[in-house]
């Protein structure tokens, strides 16, 4: 992480810290309301998190979180959970999956119940059902996990990354690396984030003293199925010296790594972060990981407050027409620095002590809350998110 | 030479799937790197070898049952919870041994709180383990913060049983008491007659709540040896659904096949040599590009389909080529 970015970064937070504190004024109590929280696994670092931060926002917001789980590939039992979940008496649901929008959202409309999406870019949606889905009264919006689709630069930050690790460790960089990523069709931006890697590489080779070799994608090579990294991977690129994993690297590509016995000589950088990457981090243990990289918890309260705004019969003043789906800056973990704020996150720890917002700053960002809040401000509060 | 015999018959499963795997790929470019077959490749060993290593002490344990005339679900849970104990046990005092004994530990428990259920309940044996499945599983969400274990196969100290050559250990271990169970306890002899007519069994003074026991301190044992290897090649998440019978019967295709290829020597070297066969072959597949996704499960499924084909027409074919062989003398 560059100091700069870092002090900019901080700066951020305490002048989004400084302005809660001084305009918290809370212009009525908050209605008692019920939301439904469906993570896309039960168990996690996100859901972890996102459930204790959630918490401990509960008495303060005056409302009560349920939680349940989406799957991946299972609509029908989406739809179920949405039903179970309006039966119980929530007032609205955020969901992190979009499978069976137009139908969850036909229930939610006839429930009279709002839905919107956390940690997911709704790009099915977003692309073939865009009125349906994101004209559509009941639903409020989703804030991605990192950059949206259309909006893609993951690939510049692990070129980032690569170049401060060279710096970092000059005489002995990184000259050779490959690829590893989710297939196209489930995740688009994986692939594009790729494109943009090699294409930042290529540019950097123009006038780099030490150039860099990248591999070529290969669709059967380094297209991961939802299944581990092939064992043969590392015999099909020799010499490789890292992988650039855009698919979640710590479940997908590290064990492959440590079974292959491998993992003191090649690094990974990777998205996600799962648990246990820091005893192998940076300068640490078989210094394995040099990049880590996830979305704050914290950003559950985009959906939230635009939520809790309905439900209290408010609305912002600059409260665009129709619902949109917001980028988020991706906490990037790439130096020893980074992981010691890193182990101390509401993230990792998932303690909402940890955690950028108090309950006080959540309510300062409605509109009940502040008369004073705006939807731009809920937007940088989310967007400011990042090391 | 009867021996010799019963020795390259058992052999002859894996060496034939090897030379049909290397021709496959000497004749395919996505093999070649640097001029080389990736097949023939150093790795190609050691992860044949780790991977057989994991699958041989899970099928034993699921065909010690099975042998017995029951057919488990709960074993999958057992190791499950094994694996997150012991890793929780190895991750707190930083010893390998510890969370082997653990491993080891835990297993026969849980495998003997299977039997007690299955005794004292008078459960059929599907009900009674698809039960015990779904409370193992539920403890997962339990134990240690509902967590799981991760990070212990990352641990070089901690996870020396997942990767060669300490990996071996438990599988040679696994097979002994197999062997043990099998070939040195009356219980172990008595299984088959158990399992062929339980009713027989019982009448002929057999005593099947012992039986139970015994068959289930020793799959215990063994379940024991595959929660350690699994918790130092993964990290281990709470499960629910049913989802560990999946994971335990995901190597269940070198039992149906040991048992055939052991009718040279004995099953449980033929367990061993199927799972290394199958090994070689998921290795070539990898190499080909095929180690995942549809067409692997295409090739795997006609694969097995055929050999289970042949293994139980091959009285029938023996017969044929013997007629045959009468007709030309």
């Known amino acids: ?387 | 030479m009867k021996a010799v015999k019963k020795v390259l018959l058992s052999l002859a499963f894996p060496v034939l799937m090897f030379v049909v795997m290397l021709v496959i790929t000497m004749n395919s470019d996505k093999c070649f790197v640097n001029g080389h077959n990736i097949f023939l490749g150093k790795d190609m060993v050691k992860q044949v070898v780790i991977n057989s290593c994991m699958t041989v002490c899970v099928a034993l344990a699921i065909w010690l049952q099975l042998k017995n005339g029951r057919f488990d679900f709960s074993g999958g849970a057992s190791m499950v919870l094994a694996a997150i104990g012991a890793g929780y046990a190895g991750q707190q005092t930083g010893s390998m041994w510890t969370a082997f004994a653990v491993a080891v530990a835990l297993g026969v428990v849980l495998s003997m709180g299977t039997a007690i259920v299955y005794i004292v309940g008078r459960l059929p044996i599907i009900i009674c383990t698809i039960g015990m499945t779904l409370l193992y599983e539920s403890l997962t969400y339990l134990l240690f913060g509902g967590q799981g274990i991760r990070g212990f196969y990352s641990t070089p100290t901690l996870s020396r049983m997942g990767r060669m050559p300490l990996v071996l250990l438990p599988a040679v271990l696994a097979m002994l008491i197999f062997v043990v169970y099998t070939y040195f306890t009356a219980s172990g002899r008595r299984g088959k007659i158990l399992a062929n007519n339980q009713s027989a069994g019982v009448n002929i003074g057999i005593n099947e709540n012992k039986n139970v026991f015994t068959s289930y301190i020793f799959s215990g044992l063994i379940i024991g040896m595959a929660a350690i290897v699994y918790i130092s090649q993964n990290d281990v998440t709470p499960q629910s659904g049913l989802a560990t019978s999946s994971i335990m019967f995901s190597y269940i295709v070198p039992v149906f096949m040991g048992t055939f290829i052991g009718l040279a020597s004995n099953d449980v070297i033929g367990i061993a040599i199927a799972a290394i066969g199958m090994q070689i072959m998921n290795y070539g597949l990898n190499c080909l590009n095929l180690g995942a996704g549809g067409w692997q499960q295409i090739i795997m499924g006609v694969f097995v389909l055929g050999f289970y084909t042949f293994s139980s027409q091959s009285g029938k074919i023996a017969a044929f080529f013997e007629k045959r062989k009468a007709a030309h003398a």
Not at chain 1, 178 to 203: C, G, K, L, N
Not at chain 1, 212 to 225: A, F, M, R, S, Y
């Open chain 1, 1 to 387: 992480m560059k100091t700069s970015k870092k002090i900019m970064a901080l700066a951020l937070t305490g002048a989004l810290a400084a302005s809660s504190v001084s305009v918290v004024s809370v212009s009525a109590e908050p209605k008692k309301a019920t939301i439904g929280v469906c993570f896309y696994q039960d168990t996690g670092k996100a859901p972890n998190a996102t459930k204790a931060f959630l918490e401990s926002l509960a008495d303060t917001l005056n409302v009560e979180f349920k939680y349940g789980t989406f799957t991946q590939t299972d609509e029908a039992a989406n739809l179920t959970k949405v039903q179970e979940l309006i039966a119980s008496g929530v007032d609205g649901i955020i969901g992190t999956m979009d499978l069976g929008t137009q139908s969850i959202l036909s229930e939610c409309e006839a429930a009279g119940i709002y839905y919107a999406g956390y940690l997911c870019d709704f790009d099915t949606s977003y692309t073939t059902a865009y009125d349906d889905v994101f004209g559509n009264s009941n639903f409020l919006g989703t804030v991605v996990d990192g950059h949206a689709p259309d909006d893609v630069n993951i690939g510049d930050q692990f070129f980032d990354s690569l170049i401060e690790y060279n710096e970092r460790n000059a005489d002995a960089p990184l000259t050779h690396v490959s690829m590893a990523v989710f297939p196209v069709w489930a995740f688009p931006a994986q692939t594009t984030a790729a494109e943009q890697f090699v294409a930042d590489v290529e540019e950097y080779n123009k006038t780099a003293e030490t150039p860099i070799t990248v591999d070529p994608l290969d669709e059967e090579v380094d297209v991961l199925n939802f299944a581990p990294l092939d064992s043969t991977y590392f015999s099909k690129h020799p010499d490789t010296q890292a992988i650039m994993s855009f698919a979640a690297g710590t479940s997908f590509v590290y064990p492959t790594m440590v079974s292959a016995g491998v993992d003191s000589d090649i690094k990974l950088f990777t998205t996600g972060a799962d648990g246990g990457e820091e005893t192998n981090f940076g300068s640490a243990g078989t210094q394995t990981y040099q990049q880590i990289a996830f979305t704050g918890a914290e950003s559950i309260v985009y959906p939230l407050v635009l939520m809790l705004n309905k439900i209290n019969d408010t609305e912002f003043a600059d409260m665009p027409e129709k619902a949109e789906r917001i980028s988020t800056e991706l906490y990037i973990v790439n130096s020893d620095e980074d992981m010691e704020l890193y182990v101390n996150s509401l993230y990792n720890t998932a303690d909402a002590a940890n955690a950028a917002y108090t309950p006080e700053d959540v309510l300062n960002m409605t509109a009940f809350g502040n008369p004073d809040a705006t939807y731009a401000g809920l937007v940088e509060a989310v967007q400011t998110l990042t090391y």
